[in-house]
């Protein structure tokens, strides 16, 4: 990369345009811009950031607008802010301009937009390229890295703020540097991208992807499915064996029903014997109940039913006969006597008098009384005869009527028994205790056919419960499978990040320390020529730095010893860095030019032997220097590289009562 | 003759006994419940089938063939026995003896008499005969008690067919209204 020009507009203090010609000379490479206190050195140094980058890290105020020019601004009006800077890179020549807005607003309060980059890229053939805003940005990036920029663009403060580090026995310049140098950077990001220490590393993400229980857990789901099947194994032999029992059992049950069909002809039999007895012993009531009613009639009734016969010859008799008349009935003579003989009649009246009417009377009757007459007995025999038929007059049909019923039922009773006598005895007897112990059997069969049905049942929902959970563990050991095969591919992922990192480590370790022996030996070499072999570095592997003084006596007279051997540290380490890149050139694709050195250097820190050295050593390692130095500073670079300086130019205020107004002015050019 | 005990005697006895009996052990039947119940009927039975026959005092008198009436039962019933007394001696030898005569056998001959002495015989020997009318038609050929029924229904089928069936209740009652 070759600097051409810087052209600044209205930036910081340079109000207006003013531009900076750089020599471009291989030779007379050095460009001195010399610059009084306060009329805008480090700005210009911090320019070249500001239009690659838009950084303004150095500034105090952020605001890059010209303060007179943002003080004169009305409401409502826009200035602008420029920079612009022409260069040759890879033979390409650019030009990259910076612009931004500033607008005061109605309350008099001045905002800036945002910086916009444009890169102009102009071919060998002169046709110009207008780019992208990304791909501008990309651009500038190719041409110098953001992350090395510091090192080429290296203004004071910084060196002031190294140096410090450097007193305090820190080097985290010198460290970032050698990462930052020849392509470690990428080389770091990625052992970081991949540090297996880191939680955010790829092997960190890996190692927290890692499910360390899976394989304790499918362990576990195994040994469940394990018992699973062996539960599932005995319901089922338990299950056979049920159904086999269950055959068994159904076939006896029928066995019996066919058995106790067979015997239902002995049941009937059996009922119809119950029936027949039943029968039987009605009959046997009905005749005997009859008998017992013809057997009392023939006592009571046959005499009557017998004098029938005799009772009428007897009336047919005492029909032909007169002798029946108007006795008293049952009073025979032998009763008028006695109560004659007694004196006193039936009705009292009193008989001592044989010549009483009453005597007389009862001797009158003795005439019509048995035995002088018959007549009342013979009356009395007809009367009695009389009942006696009546109570008779029915006795044949009733007779005849009832031994008409007992024969029926003496039928009926032969019937019964011989129907009885028909049944087989010999069925009946045995099938009533087969029954019985068939029946029994078949009920037992039965409730024991039942109890198995209900525990197949409950066995086959515990299986199928079981099935279910089998499924359910063999689902999570595919899932934890998977897991463990996600394992496997990250182990293998992870263990490849970590060859990666180790190959990386490994390559970066022996980059990192052959390029910090390279900076060191670099350095030495630089010293060697600054002091003359008088001061040595060291740099240990964790980038501290040990200096050697083996010269000391006068240099450290009239300075002090410690800011000057930093300062020259400082010096040493840039330009070691400038010059380490300038020899990888070739071979690194991050370093694809020879590079600049523009620095805001403080000379006035070292012994005149030292700045001599320092002014001889620098144009000889950098392809083009850009040195922004104080006037004091100035006259002594000026003298010490004379031979060098190719274009000279000096920062002036314009009017040194009215700040934040410089000027730049070419000097001269030789 | 009917208010003193009345004895049977020997055969006649026997012939009672097995009248009385029972003649069939589960239903305890009897042909007659009553030694004096044979007594009534037997000179009826005897007078229709007009045999007769006299006492058997053959034999050792033993307790087993002596069938007593004691005289309280016998005066129970003395009404309807005299009733047969009258009806025997009124049908008595009705051919050969006079109706007056047969009269005064029925009504008229006081006790201790030698008539009645001599009726009493004659209506003792219709009731013996009569007992052996009854031991034929009743208990000759039976052994259970259907033969019993059988041998009652015949006698009385006899009875009707011989006798019953030219009588008319309404006649005998006419003959009863009209003496």
């Known amino acids: 990369m070759l600097l051409k020009k810087l052209t600044l507009y209205n930036f910081r203090p340079f109000k207006g345009e003013h531009e900076l010609l750089f020599s471009t000379d291989k030779e007379k490479n050095v460009?001195?811009?010399?610059?009084?206190?306060?009329?805008?050195?480090?700005?210009?140094?911090?320019?070249?950031?500001?239009?690659?980058?838009?950084?303004?890290?150095?500034?105090?105020?952020?605001?890059v607008l010209n303060s007179l020019i943002e003080k004169e601004m009305i409401s409502g009006t826009v200035e602008n802010v420029k920079v612009e800077l022409e260069l040759e890179h890879?033979?390409?020549?650019?030009?990259?301009?910076?612009?931004?807005?500033?607008?005061?607003?109605?309350?008099?309060?001045?905002?800036?937009?945002?910086?916009?980059?444009?890169?102009?890229?102009?071919?060998?053939?002169?046709?110009?390229?207008?780019?992208?805003?990304?791909?501008?940005?990309?651009?500038?990036?190719?041409?110098?890295?953001?992350?090395?920029?510091?090192?080429f663009f290296f203004d004071g403060e910084r060196i002031e703020k190294m140096a410090g580090e450097v007193n305090e026995g820190k080097s985290d310049e010198f460290?970032?540097?050698?990462?930052?140098?020849?392509?470690?950077?990428?080389?770091?990001?990625?052992?970081?991208?991949?540090?297996?220490?880191?939680?955010?590393?790829?092997?960190?993400?890996?190692?927290?992807?890692?499910?360390?229980?899976?394989?304790?857990?499918?362990?576990?789901?195994?040994?469940?499915?394990?018992?699973?099947?062996?539960?599932?194994?005995?319901?089922?032999?338990?299950?056979?064996?049920?159904?086999?029992?269950?055959?068994?059992?159904?076939?006896?049950?029928?066995?019996?029903?066919?058995?106790?069909?067979?015997?239902?002809?002995?049941?009937?039999?059996?009922?119809?014997?119950?029936?027949?007895?039943?029968?039987?012993?009605?009959?046997?009531?009905?005749?005997?109940?009859?008998?017992?009613t013809l057997m009392s009639n023939f006592s009571k009734e046959t005499y009557n039913y017998f004098s029938r016969k005799l009772i009428k010859d007897a009336l047919e008799i005492l029909k032909e006969t007169?002798?029946?008349?108007?006795?008293?009935?049952?009073?025979?003579?032998?009763?008028?006597?006695?109560?004659?003989?007694?004196?006193?009649?039936?009705?009292?009246?009193?008989?001592?008098?044989?010549?009483?009417?009453?005597?007389?009377?009862?001797m009158d009757l003795l005439k019509y009384i048995p035995p002088q007459s018959l007549g009342t007995s013979i009356s009395q025999f007809v009367d009695r005869s009389n009942g006696n038929i009546r109570s008779s007059s029915n006795y044949y049909e009733n007779v005849k009527s009832q031994l008409s019923t007992i024969r029926g039922c003496s039928l009926k009773i032969e019937e019964k028994e011989n129907e009885i006598g028909d049944i087989d005895k010999n069925i009946l007897n045995i099938s009533n205790e087969k029954i019985t112990n068939l029946k029994s059997r078949q009920m037992d069969y039965e409730k024991t056919v039942k109890d198995f049905e209900q525990q197949l049942i409950n066995l086959k929902a515990e299986n199928l419960q079981k099935e279910q959970e089998r499924g359910k563990y063999e689902a999570d050991i595919n899932r934890l499978?998977?897991?463990?095969?996600?394992?496997?591919?990250?182990?293998?992922?992870?263990?490849?990040?970590?060859?990666?990192?180790?190959?990386?480590?490994?390559?970066?370790?022996?980059?990192?320390?052959?390029?910090?022996?390279?900076?060191?030996?670099?350095?030495?070499?630089?010293?060697?020529?600054?002091?003359?072999?008088?001061?040595?570095?060291?740099?240990?592997?964790?980038?501290?730095?040990?200096?050697?003084?083996?010269?000391?006596?006068?240099?450290?007279?009239?300075?002090?010893a410690n800011t000057a051997k930093s300062?020259?540290?400082?010096?040493?380490?840039?330009?070691?860095?400038?010059?380490?890149?300038?020899?990888?050139?070739?071979?690194?694709?991050?370093?694809?030019?020879?590079?600049?050195?523009?620095?805001?250097?403080?000379?006035?820190?070292?012994?005149?032997?030292?700045?001599?050295?320092?002014?001889?050593?620098?144009?000889?390692?950098?392809?083009?220097?850009?040195?922004?130095?104080?006037?004091?500073?100035?006259?002594?670079?000026?003298?010490?590289?004379?031979?060098?300086?190719?274009?000279?130019?000096?920062?002036?205020?314009?009017?040194?009562?009215?700040?934040?107004?410089?000027?730049?002015?070419?000097?001269?050019?030789? | 003759m009917f208010?003193?005990?009345?004895?049977?005697?020997?055969?006649?006895?026997?012939?009672?006994?097995?009248?009385?009996?029972?003649?069939?052990?589960?239903?305890?039947?009897?042909l007659f419940s009553r030694n004096i119940d044979v007594l009534i009927i037997a000179p009826i039975v005897g007078l229709l089938y007009g045999v007769t026959d006299t006492r058997d005092d053959s034999g050792q008198v033993v307790v087993e063939n002596v069938k007593k009436i004691n005289y309280q039962q016998m005066?129970?019933?003395?009404?309807?026995?005299?009733?047969?007394?009258?009806?025997?001696?009124?049908?008595?030898?009705?051919?050969?003896?006079?109706?007056?005569e047969r009269l005064n056998r029925a009504f008229k001959y006081a006790k201790g008499t030698p008539e009645r002495e001599e009726c009493d015989k004659v209506f003792e020997s219709y009731v013996l005969g009569g007992i052996n009318k009854l031991k034929e038609k009743l208990l000759d050929g039976a052994t259970q008690i259907d033969d019993y029924i059988n041998n009652i229904f015949n006698f009385i089928t006899e009875y009707d067919e011989r006798y019953n069936q030219d009588i008319s209740e309404k006649d005998i009652i006419d003959m009863c209204t009209n003496n």
């Open chain 1, 31 to 63: 460009t001195l811009v010399m610059a009084e206190n306060g009329a805008g050195k480090t700005t210009l140094a911090q320019a070249f950031q500001w239009v690659l980058y838009g950084r303004t890290e150095g500034f105090k105020n952020k605001s």
């Open chain 1, 90 to 151: 890879n033979g390409v020549e650019y030009v990259i301009v910076r612009n931004q807005t500033y607008k005061k607003d109605i309350n008099g309060i001045t905002k800036q937009d945002p910086s916009t980059l444009d890169v102009i890229n102009k071919q060998s053939d002169g046709q110009t390229n207008f780019n992208s805003p990304l791909k501008n940005v990309s651009l500038v990036s190719s041409i110098l890295p953001e992350s090395l920029s510091k090192y």
């Open chain 1, 175 to 292: 460290k970032t540097a050698v990462q930052n140098l020849l392509g470690l950077t990428a080389l770091m990001k990625a052992i970081e991208h991949l540090n297996p220490n880191s939680k955010d590393s790829v092997i960190g993400r890996y190692n927290s992807q890692i499910d360390e229980y899976g394989d304790q857990q499918t362990r576990e789901l195994r040994d469940r499915i394990y018992k699973a099947n062996e539960d599932l194994e005995n319901n089922q032999k338990r299950i056979e064996d049920l159904e086999s029992q269950l055959k068994y059992y159904n076939a006896e049950i029928e066995k019996a029903k066919v058995e106790l069909s067979s015997y239902a002809e002995s049941e009937k039999a059996q009922k119809q014997l119950n029936q027949l007895n039943m029968e039987l012993q009605r009959e046997k009531e009905h005749k005997a109940n009859t008998i017992a």
């Open chain 1, 322 to 362: 007169d002798h029946i008349d108007k006795g008293i009935p049952d009073v025979r003579a032998e009763t008028i006597k006695f109560l004659m003989d007694r004196k006193k009649c039936l009705c009292g009246a009193d008989l001592s008098d044989p010549t009483s009417d009453s005597v007389q009377h009862l």
């Open chain 1, 481 to 560: 499978q998977m897991k463990v095969q996600r394992n496997q591919n990250i182990e293998i992922q992870r263990q490849y990040a970590k060859a990666a990192y180790d190959v990386l480590r490994k390559t970066y370790d022996y980059k990192e320390n052959q390029t910090r022996e390279s900076l060191e030996k670099e350095i030495n070499e630089l010293f060697k020529q600054i002091y003359a072999g008088g001061m040595t570095i060291s740099i240990d592997n964790k980038y501290r730095i040990t200096t050697y003084v083996n010269e000391l006596g006068d240099d450290n007279t009239n300075l002090d």
């Open chain 1, 567 to 670: 300062y020259s540290i400082i010096f040493a380490f840039i330009v070691g860095v400038i010059s380490l890149a300038k020899s990888k050139v070739n071979n690194e694709n991050d370093i694809t030019d020879e590079y600049p050195l523009v620095m805001d250097a403080p000379l006035s820190s070292f012994d005149q032997r030292r700045i001599k050295n320092i002014c001889e050593v620098i144009p000889s390692i950098a392809r083009q220097v850009i040195i922004f130095i104080k006037d004091a500073d100035g006259n002594i670079a000026k003298r010490e590289m004379k031979d060098k300086i190719g274009v000279e130019y000096e920062v002036a205020l314009k009017d040194r009562e009215i700040p934040l107004d410089s000027t730049i002015t070419k000097v001269g050019e030789f």
């Open chain 2, 3 to 30: 208010n003193t005990d009345y004895t049977f005697k020997g055969k006649h006895a026997n012939i009672v006994t097995q009248l009385t009996t029972e003649i069939d052990s589960e239903t305890k039947f009897k």
């Open chain 2, 75 to 100: 005066s129970g019933e003395s009404y309807i026995l005299n009733y047969n007394y009258t009806l025997v001696m009124l049908l008595h030898d009705k051919n050969k003896v006079s109706v007056e």
